[in-house]
Structure formats: structure tokens, C-alpha cells
């Protein structure tokens, strides 16, 4: 059976340092939830300039926030079931993300933010129409904290990136999972109370992966 790779970086500007990992997975069906939350999708409407988004990233606001709303149900009805399905995936980063997110309780669903959806989608435009390899920095030489600076973006802001494929549900629960991450860094950023606002962009990586980018920051 075909395989694929994902690929995820995620930068902790407080620390001045990026976090790699790489997973191997086969290609199978994805399993998804059988209904949509109408709470998460009602949050996510009425924030300004979702309908403008693409599909893909739509659905990685969709699932970032739906794990926000409700961590335990995530895991339930989301994560569970993926990881079930992939050996690769269960793993000690799987363990104790069930307990992170069974214990971690209702957090805010993150805001829009017009900005960070700028930055986010102009990264991934860059980084997927010059085919540059999975990384933080512009292929002009601008880093993360440059382009959050030269944006506006004020106090705390933190980046995660993902090269993958086959569906973004999957690719979210890959960022929480943090497989040989002991810094668990995309999972901390992703339950992170103090980040309320988030910026997402999704471009076309090659044939059938997407270059996916999700900028965060505290409330602006």
C-alpha cells in the first residue's frame, strides 16, 4: 500500500527554536465524525472572513476549534478512532494525549484574525509555488518573528506547519500527537489558553499534499 509523509515544524518564538517531526503513514480512508458541531460551526460563521477561506482551510479551523470547544469529545469521536486505525500512531505521544485532553476542560475557541490569516496564507503560498521545503523562514530570508513584527502582531505568537496528505482532520491530530516530540511543542500551542486568535492558509504542495500554516497569537 502507498505511503506518504507528513511533516510538521512548529516555532516557540519565546524560546527562539523550531520542533521537527516526521511520520510515515500508510494511505487508508480517514474516518471523520458522523454530524458537524453546530456550535463550533456557528463560532467559526461568524468570524470575519471564514467564507472567504478555501475548503482546506476552513476545515483546519473547523477541527482546531472543535478540539478547542470540546477536548474530550475530540478525542473521542476524532482522534480515537484515527489512531485506532494507523499502528504507527499509537504510540506514548497517543496515551497522553487522551489524558491531556479528557483532563483539559472547555477552552476558547480561537478568533479570526484578518492579520494572522494574511500572514498564514501568504507563508504557504511562498513556501508551496517555490516547492521550499518544510520551514519557518520566507524564501526571502524573513523569519516568523520578522513577519508577525512586520504585521502588528503584539505579545505572544507561535506557528505550526504541516506538509501532508490525505485529509486535514488527520494532519490536526498528527500536531497533537507530536510523535518524537518530548517537547510536545504543536500540542502545547494548540491547548494553549493564553493564545486566543489564530490565522490559518492552505496551498496545493506539489501533486497531493497541502502546505498548511497556522499562526497564533494572544488576543490582539
Not at 480517514?30 to 472567504?52: L, S
Not at 505521544?93 to 478568533?111: D, K, N, P, V
Request: charged share 20%; hydrophobic share 45%.
Amino acid at each position: 500500500m502507498p505511503k506518504v509523509l507528513a511533516i510538521f515544524l512548529c516555532f516557540v518564538p519565546l524560546l527562539s527554536f523550531s520542533q521537527v517531526s516526521v511520520v510515515e503513514l500508510e494511505v487508508r480512508p480517514i474516518p471523520e465524525p458522523h454530524t458537524r458541531d453546530t456550535v463550533v460551526d456557528r463560532w467559526n460563521f461568524a468570524q470575519p472572513g471564514y467564507q472567504k477561506l478555501s475548503q482546506q482551510a476552513k476545515e483546519l479551523v473547523y477541527w482546531t476549534n472543535y478540539c478547542r470547544n470540546s477536548p474530550k469529545k475530540f478525542w473521542d469521536s476524532a482522534a480515537a478512532p484515527i489512531i485506532k486505525l494507523f499502528p504507527r500512531l499509537q504510540t506514548p505521544e497517543a496515551r497522553s494525549l487522551e489524558q491531556a485532553l479528557i483532563h483539559a476542560g472547555t477552552l476558547s475557541m480561537f478568533r479570526l484574525n484578518p492579520v494572522l490569516v494574511k500572514t498564514a496564507q501568504g507563508h504557504a503560498n511562498d513556501m508551496a509555488a517555490n516547492q521550499a521545503g518544510a520551514s519557518h523562514i520566507s524564501t526571502n530570508g524573513t523569519d516568523f518573528a520578522t513577519r508577525m513584527r512586520l504585521a502588528g502582531i503584539r505579545g505572544a505568537a507561535n506557528e505550526n506547519i504541516s506538509i501532508s496528505s490525505q485529509s486535514i482532520l488527520l494532519s490536526v491530530i498528527l500536531l497533537y500527537l507530536d510523535i518524537d516530540l518530548p517537547t510536545l511543542g504543536h500540542r502545547k500551542t494548540l491547548l494553549d489558553p493564553n493564545l486566543r486568535e489564530i490565522g490559518v492558509g492552505a496551498a496545493l504542495y506539489g501533486k497531493d499534499q497541502w502546505f498548511l500554516v497556522q499562526d497564533f497569537a494572544s488576543q490582539q
